[in-house]
């Protein structure tokens, strides 16, 4: 390895590190506010916030500031469209990084590979985290898969597209020991938030979907 490779690689970690001190701090903000402020948002809503601010830190906070607080001065399509991007986003995101370890890190699989279990990954769990609730509801087996795929087969798709694309980009061929593997995930699963959400306002705007709650009236 070479001296520049190896400050690059040095920079690349110092950066991670970074972003991961961020984004526990976030997450501390916001365990802070649903403790103090926010203690009547559903369990589901509470698990949907502290994946989104964990993956997306900063970002991920200031979209549940705007739009996921009981303090919100009102709703909004906007906001709704925000609540329902990170319904999705949570989900896919659990399913994106499970997916691209066991896929980089375990089986060792070519580039193509690599996205297609990932995408796997990220959409059954994105499915997943629509089904569960519905199924809390009383909606049979078969409805409740039915609807989750039909709902959030556009956003998640819109989502993992550009996720996968620009973690494929930013990374390469890098493997799990090499830091720019982890800050190209950080950086392409909010990427693939910002994608999705306009997917979301149109899904919103055909009544495709309904978006979550207003926290306000919780």
């Known amino acids: 390895m070479s001296l520049q490779q190896a400050f690059h690689d040095l920079v690349t970690l110092e950066l991670v590190l970074a972003w991961l001190a961020v ?17 009547t948002l559903s369990s589901m809503m509470k698990l949907v916030w502290t994946l ?3 993956y997306s830190a900063v970002l991920g906070l200031a979209v549940y500031w705007y739009s996921g607080r009981r303090q919100i001065p009102e709703d909004s ?4 469209g925000m609540r329902s991007t990170a319904h999705c986003y949570s989900g896919c995101g659990v399913g994106e990084v499970l997916g691209v370890t066991l896929a980089a890190g375990i089986l060792l699989l070519s580039t193509l590979g690599v996205a297609a ?10 499915v997943a985290f629509t089904v569960g609730p519905l199924l809390q509801e009383g909606v049979g087996p078969r409805e409740a898969i039915s609807d989750a795929v039909y ?5 998640i798709v819109a989502m993992e597209t ?9 990374a390469g061929e890098a493997t799990m020991g090499e830091p720019v593997f982890w800050a190209s995930l950080s950086v392409s699963l909010s990427l693939g938030f910002l994608a999705a959400y306009p997917i979301n306002l149109g899904l919103l705007r055909l009544g495709v979907k309904e978006g979550m709650a207003d926290p306000s009236e919780m």
């Open 23 to 39: 984004s526990l701090a976030s997450v501390g903000v916001l365990w802070i506010d649903l403790r103090r402020n926010n203690q």
């Open 52 to 54: 989104t601010v964990l």
């Open 77 to 80: 399509f906007l906001r709704r």
């Open 117 to 126: 279990t990932t995408f796997a990954f990220a959409y059954t769990f994105g």
């Open 151 to 155: 709902s959030e087969s556009g956003s």
């Open 162 to 170: 550009v996720a996968i694309g620009s973690d494929i980009y930013l």
